[in-house]
């Protein structure tokens, strides 16, 4: 193969859309990267807060749709479909990107999305859910107000991952999560004052897969327990042994997940192209493929 036609290759992979978690980064989507290997482009766009994106401009109230807006970008730079996968902050922005471009969207994969706003719309199992992520936002921008953005960052990170990692972490990695800290107050509110109705996800008929650890917090574990229920055609799994970080934590299994889930809708795509069937014939080809629930 020549180096021109090689470009071209490159540049006509499927396009996978990686979105990280509040404080992390593209580096977190590292392995799962590899996993994919060649066939695939992974773009790992940073949000506001990183240092690669810098801080949210302020020039209003800030809300979930100026995060997605780079993501919903990136889709619109291509005529083809993308997968979408999101973790925790990233998965809520993943979800309204979604929203945004349904018809754009091959699939999409969500590690513990934290749409906080949907505790507030499901009634007394919510309640409990949405009281306790309330109180850990309002310990992090009591913090942030004070100044005092370490303690604000190591209450976070040991909610969010066990009591102690923090005081573990390496001084290089505080230090980017106390730059980060002043950003942590709108994405909370940003999730939690999303006014997405629950019903508007039931237009998202593309393959999906909920992800969330063993040990899930209870908002989120909430939050990917009832969300297979809004959603046509979803699958969950519980990665065992991994908390809300599992993506970081437990890489090589959670990227295994989503190597299958995406590789598994591209595959039933293909064939359906080869054999050029009807609308009808071509999901019930996907759903039974990868075994989707509400087809």
């Known amino acids: 193969m020549n180096i021109n036609a090689y470009k071209v290759e490159l540049e006509t992979r499927a396009r996978v ?6 404080g992390g980064g593209a580096a977190q989507w590292a392995n799962l990267t590899c ?3 060649d066939s695939y482009k992974v773009l790992t766009p940073e949000q506001y807060g990183s240092e690669a994106t810098g801080p949210w401009t302020g020039e209003h109230v800030f809300t979930i749709a100026d995060e997605a807006a780079s993501t919903i970008d990136l889709i619109d730079r291509g005529e083809e479909k993308v997968h979408l996968v999101g973790h925790s902050y990233g998965g809520g922005v993943a979800l309204h990107a979604a929203l945004a471009r349904p018809h754009k969207i091959a699939s999409m994969a969500l590690y513990e999305p ?3 706003h949907l505790l507030r719309q499901i009634g007394d199992v919510g309640l409990q859910a949405i009281i306790e992520i309330a ?3 309002q310990r992090f921008s009591d913090g942030v107000v004070t100044g005092d953005y370490r303690s604000a960052v190591a209450q976070f990170v040991d909610y969010w991952n066990g009591p102690g990692t923090w005081q573990a972490m390496r001084p290089s990695v505080q230090k980017n999560l106390i730059r980060w800290a002043p950003k942590g107050p709108l994405d909370f509110r940003a999730l939690t004052e999303d006014t997405t109705p629950a019903n508007a996800y039931a237009r998202l ?4 897969l909920i992800m969330r650890g063993q040990y899930a917090p209870l908002p989120t574990r909430v939050i990917a327990q ?4 809004l959603l046509p055609s979803s699958r969950s799994v519980v990665v065992e042994g991994a908390g809300h970080m599992g993506p970081l934590t437990h890489a090589s299994a959670v990227s295994a997940w989503l190597v299958e889930h995406i590789r598994a809708v591209d595959s039933a795509e293909a064939s359906q192209v ?9 999901r019930a080809s996907i759903c039974g493929a990868y075994q989707l629930r509400s087809c």
Request: with cysteine; proline share 9%.
């Open 17 to 22: 859309i990686a979105l990280h978690c509040s």
């Open 35 to 37: 996993a994919l290997g």
């Open 114 to 116: 934290s749409a906080f």
């Open 135 to 137: 109180r850990v936002a």
């Open 205 to 208: 008929s593309f393959p999906i």
């Open 226 to 229: 009832i969300l297979p229920n």
């Open 274 to 282: 080869r054999g050029a069937p009807s609308q009808l014939a071509k």
